[in-house]
């Protein structure tokens, strides 16, 4: 069964940079999708980043762009998500997810780019808090 563990979250001041780690194993199939996601206090649940095991094609958020890098190792079985310029606005509880990307290219008539809603996923890890502080 697919296993995620996150790790890397803390405390940082506002500018500063962090790199968020997401360890996965079991998977079964060679073409999947990891994202990252995050939810701060009251606010719903939003896509970050993902990036895509068959080609490297990266996805990401309208308000991380420039400042957050997603990445894969194959060596370590790890992605990452390098976050610099940090914001306050970016404080919250940063999960990593995947989902194997046939099955959502052929079970959606309208699905199109890398999968980056959380319904759209079917693993989870526990989460790993990120507090940006001004």
């Known amino acids: 069964e697919v296993q995620l563990v996150e790790s890397g979250g803390g405390l940082v001041q506002a500018g500063g940079s962090l790199r968020l780690s997401c360890a996965h194993s079991g998977f079964s199939f060679d073409e999947y999708a990891i994202g990252w996601f995050r939810q701060a206090p009251g606010k719903e649940r939003e896509g970050v980043s993902s990036i895509s095991s068959t080609d490297g094609t990266t996805y990401y958020t309208d308000s991380v762009k420039g400042r957050f890098t997603i990445s894969s190792s194959d060596a370590q079985n790890t992605v990452y998500l390098q976050m610099n310029n940090l914001k306050p606005e970016d404080t919250a509880v940063y999960y990593c997810a995947a989902t194997y990307l046939p099955a959502y290219y052929s079970g959606s008539y309208y ?24």
């Not at 999968?115 to 790993?128: A, C, V």
């Open 111 to 134: 699905a199109k780019g890398l999968p980056h809603l959380s319904y759209e996923y079917d693993y989870w890890g526990q989460g790993t808090r990120v507090t940006v502080s001004s």
